[in-house]
């Protein structure tokens, strides 16, 4: 993240940190005497090089994604709303996965459980909460499927649903901007599975979108650009997107959570998870050296090759006729 920056290190450091917890540009502007194109280009290296050490660790680890909750916030930008779908593994308050779109459709479901199938390593019992946005159940169902042979032979093969897939809704109904009634169902799944599952999980009795509410709650108070009302609302998608990441990776290393830690020890999600065994500094995050991807072979395509390719190291055969040679007399 720091090569080619003029600026000291232990400058760029305490910027994107006031950046994370939600100070504004102008703030650091007037503050430190940068540049606001300075700032955000900071701040846009700082998310790229979370992002890559998230899908890094993500693709890393052996997950058992056993109780999910996602959810979606509407973040206000110049002349326009931006949509940022989230989700999170409630057992030990993992962010998972964010989506950023300018829309609020069924493809931001669908991207959003792309990326949390992806973590899934194997098929397992897996409840999924969610509120009562039509397009999540189909969107659940869709991506939660497995290829089954069922005839010998040619064909395709079937997409099935997860067996152990259970997918929970709670609706909130309001009055006057208050809540009167919560509705609780199960669009998908067994009653008792969702039951045992939730049994798993410390601190949940019943359906509820709590804990991605409360990452929710952080976002809009740690990112100045999520607040509701303000000045420097962001006017480019890229924005949002990087500092979703900037702060969900530093939630997820760098910050112990007050639920998980005891007295003795603070713990982070991350380290609940398994990822790692003490609390990452942002220096130690931004200097983290991801290594690249493995190369991998192209596929072939077109008809098979019938005569096999010529060796590089035989010599080849002269195309056309050679030249003829006439004698002298000495010679013969």
Same mark, same amino acid.
């Given at each position: 993240?720091?090569?080619?920056?003029?600026?000291?290190?232990?400058?760029?450091?305490?910027?994107?940190?006031?950046?994370?917890?939600?100070?504004?540009?102008?703030?650091?502007?007037?503050?430190?005497?940068?540049?606001?194109?300075?700032?955000?280009?900071?701040?846009?290296?700082?998310?790229?090089?979370?992002?890559?050490?998230?899908?890094?660790?993500?693709?890393?680890?052996?997950?058992?994604?056993?109780?999910?909750?996602?959810?979606?916030?509407?973040?206000?930008?110049?002349?326009?709303?931006?949509?940022?779908?989230? %989700?999170? *593994? +409630?057992?030990?308050?993992? &962010?998972? /996965?964010?989506?950023?779109?300018?829309? =609020?459709?069924? @493809?931001?479901?669908?991207?959003?459980?792309?990326?949390?199938?992806?973590?899934?390593?194997?098929?397992? %019992?897996? *409840? +999924?909460?969610?509120?009562? &946005?039509? /397009?999540?159940?189909?969107?659940?169902? =869709?991506?939660? @499927?497995?290829?089954?042979?069922?005839?010998?032979?040619?064909?395709?093969?079937?997409?099935?649903?997860?067996?152990? *897939? +259970?997918?929970?809704?709670?609706?909130?109904?309001?009055?006057?901007?208050?809540?009167?009634?919560?509705?609780?169902?199960?669009?998908?799944?067994?009653?008792?599975?969702?039951?045992?599952?939730?049994?798993?999980?410390?601190?949940?009795?019943?359906?509820?979108?709590?804990?991605?509410?409360?990452?929710?709650?952080?976002?809009?108070?740690?990112?100045?650009?999520?607040?509701?009302?303000?000045?420097?609302?962001?006017?480019?998608?890229?924005?949002?997107?990087?500092?979703?990441?900037?702060?969900?990776?530093?939630?997820?290393?760098?910050?112990?959570?007050?639920?998980?830690?005891?007295?003795?020890?603070?713990?982070?999600?991350?380290?609940?998870?398994?990822?790692?065994?003490?609390?990452?500094?942002?220096?130690?995050?931004?200097?983290?050296?991801?290594?690249?991807?493995?190369?991998?072979?192209?596929?072939?395509?077109?008809?098979?090759?019938?005569?096999?390719?010529?060796?590089?190291?035989?010599?080849?055969?002269?195309?056309?006729?050679?030249?003829?040679?006439?004698?002298?007399?000495?010679?013969?």
């Amino acid at each position: 993240m720091f090569e080619g920056l003029r600026k000291p290190t232990a400058l760029i450091v305490i910027v994107v940190t006031l950046l994370a917890y939600g100070c504004p540009v102008q703030a650091i502007v007037k503050a430190f005497g940068l540049d606001e194109r300075t700032i955000a280009l900071w701040r846009d290296r700082a998310g790229k090089q979370c992002q890559q050490v998230h899908e890094m660790m993500m693709q890393q680890a052996d997950l058992t994604l056993s109780h999910v909750q996602a959810d979606e916030i509407r973040v206000k930008g110049r002349k326009q709303v931006i949509w940022m779908a989230l %989700a999170m *593994l +409630v057992p030990t308050r993992l &962010w998972l /996965a964010g989506v950023v779109q300018p829309t =609020r459709n069924a @493809r931001l479901a669908d991207r959003l459980f792309a990326q949390v199938r992806q973590w899934s390593k194997h098929i397992s %019992a897996i *409840l +999924v909460c969610v509120d009562g &946005w039509p /397009a999540y159940p189909h969107s659940i169902e =869709r991506t939660f @499927r497995s290829k089954i042979k069922r005839a010998s032979g040619r064909g395709r093969c079937c997409l099935e649903i997860w067996s152990n *897939l +259970v997918i929970g809704q709670v609706m909130k109904h309001q009055h006057k901007h208050h809540v009167v009634e919560v509705e609780r169902r199960l669009p998908h799944g067994d009653p008792q599975k969702a039951q045992e599952l939730l049994q798993e999980t410390p601190g949940c009795q019943i359906l509820n979108t709590t804990s991605i509410e409360r990452l929710n709650g952080t976002m809009r108070e740690r990112l100045a650009n999520f607040t509701r009302k303000c000045r420097h609302a962001a006017s480019r998608l890229e924005t949002v997107h990087h500092g979703m990441f900037l702060l969900g990776v530093t939630y997820n290393l760098c910050w112990p959570h007050q639920q998980l830690s005891t007295q003795d020890q603070q713990i982070s999600p991350a380290m609940a998870s398994g990822f790692t065994d003490h609390l990452w500094s942002l220096v130690e995050l931004f200097t983290y050296k991801v290594p690249p991807e493995a190369w991998q072979e192209p596929k072939k395509r077109g008809r098979k090759r019938i005569k096999p390719l010529p060796d590089p190291h035989q010599p080849k055969r002269p195309r056309r006729r050679p030249r003829k040679v006439i004698l002298c007399s000495s010679t013969v």
